[in-house]
């Protein structure tokens, strides 16, 4: 099962517009597969582990465990952020 990290700030005024408009929405229709980690957490801790956090906001993808995307900034439409959740891919970087 895929999992969609949404890395943010609460000081952050992209990050709460992102969290609000299109991450909020994403976890209502995918219980338990979208998650906002806006505080020191082990999810945020073993991200972190693999690849520093350096900006915000980002967004990470793991499937069992496994990270197979991470992008840092603002430019992620809700069909991309969808389609992460479900493909692991934007949906530009298929058919």
């Known amino acids: ?30 219980p338990g597969q979208v998650h906002v980690l806006y505080g020191w957490c082990a999810d945020l801790a073993r ?11 980002t967004f990470v993808v793991e499937d069992h465990g496994v990270e197979e995307f991470r992008f840092s900034g603002t430019s992620l439409t809700g069909k991309e952020l969808e389609s992460l959740v479900t493909t692991g891919k934007r949906s530009s970087d298929h058919g």
């Open 1 to 30: 099962m895929k999992h969609l990290y949404f890395i943010g700030m609460a000081d952050c005024g992209d990050c709460n517009v992102i969290r609000r408009d299109l991450i909020e929405p994403l976890k209502e229709k995918y």
């Open 47 to 57: 991200i972190n582990g693999r690849q520093t956090i350096t900006n915000v906001p």
